[in-house]
């Protein structure tokens, strides 16, 4: 198959390039630099240069495509506090896809998330399917989860669609994210912390192993399906603050809920969420089974812990 995909040199992206291409997949990989370009040039891909703000772009690569992957999305601004403005931007791009392959049978698979989908207890896929459960105009998580559910809105107009739930943490070695800010944190702060006793949970996926399942995705995923790149299903947030802690050479404390904001910074809103997820239906629909280590293995690797 040729397949479109946005984000193609972001963090999950680098790793979809290459699994697709070994899978004997032509890849054509949006970039909006020079670096990203000479990325995907390097890894085997061909570039199509532009941004998510680029409908026309969208529209033309799409169409000469017979699949497309959209990992992309405005981390920059959703930051920085426009998190509205990312995920219209998002929006815009499902859109743009959807007009380009109604009817045609082929795949669209989006990148969406699980943390705050069903919060205290394990999510499954079949969480978070009706109307009711998201919003346009909400904040955070809830935005993203509208535009998932018009995602799979898709499949009734002739769209292979398929939306893939990533947990928050993507980990693995050159990581950039919530567990590399939680080491760098811990490293300014001098202390490794958790909100309250810890026990809160997060689930987890390697890249690699999120990967291998955009793949199966993109290639045999029914129309409609929501799937859960889940490997961990729930990692207490004390067992990752003991790791961090344990390699730093620092105290494991507890930070007051009502301080987590001032402590964590920007992970403070998230770092106290109970958000455990499964992906047994994942699983059992196609046939996707982790092989890379689960979180806890991969902290202890060191990796996250050399000299930065």
Same mark, same amino acid.
């Given at each position: ?81 426009? @998190?509205?403005? !990312?995920?219209?931007?998002?929006? &815009?791009?499902?859109?743009?896809? +959807?007009? %380009?392959?109604? #009817? /045609?049978? =082929? ?70 994210? @919530?567990?590399? !800010?939680?080491?760098?944190?811990? &490293?300014?702060?001098?202390?490794? +912390?958790? %909100?309250?006793? #810890? /026990?809160? =949970? ?107």
């Amino acid at each position: 198959m040729r397949v479109f995909v946005t984000g193609a040199s972001g963090w999950i992206g680098s790793a979809v390039v290459p699994e697709l291409i070994g899978a004997g997949h032509e890849v054509v990989g949006l970039a909006r630099s020079d670096a990203s370009a000479a990325a995907l040039t390097r890894a085997g891909a061909q570039v199509r240069r532009g941004t998510i703000d680029d409908l026309d772009t969208l529209r033309s690569a799409a169409a000469e495509s017979d699949g497309v992957i959209h990992l992309a999305f405005k981390h920059d601004i959703a930051f920085t506090g426009d @998190f509205q403005g !990312a995920a219209a931007a998002d929006r &815009r791009a499902v859109e743009t896809f +959807g007009e %380009v392959l109604a #009817g /045609s049978d =082929r795949p669209l698979v989006l990148a969406s998330g699980i943390l705050g989908l069903a919060p205290g207890r394990v999510a499954t896929e079949r969480d978070g399917r009706d109307s009711g459960s998201a919003g346009a105009h909400d904040d955070g998580p809830r935005v993203r989860q509208a535009t998932a559910l018009r995602t799979l809105d898709l499949a009734s107009d002739g769209v292979r669609s398929s939306v893939l739930r990533l947990p928050p943490t993507v980990y693995g070695e050159g990581d950039h994210g @919530f567990m590399a !800010a939680l080491v760098g944190i811990a &490293r300014d702060r001098g202390v490794s +912390g958790h %909100v309250g006793d #810890g /026990s809160n =949970r997060w689930p987890g996926v390697h890249r690699l192993d999120a990967a291998h399942l955009f793949r199966l995705a993109l290639e045999k995923a029914p129309a409609g399906s929501v799937l859960h790149a889940v490997t961990d299903e729930g990692v207490p947030i004390r067992a990752v603050a003991e790791v961090i802690g344990r390699h730093l050479g620092l105290p494991v404390v507890s930070i007051p809920s009502e301080e987590a904001g001032e402590h964590f910074s920007w992970l403070g809103a998230m770092i106290g969420a109970d958000a455990p997820a499964s992906s047994a239906l994942t699983r059992e629909l196609l046939g996707w089974q982790p092989v890379q280590p689960g979180l806890i293995d991969d902290l202890d690797k060191g990796h996250y812990f050399r000299a930065g």
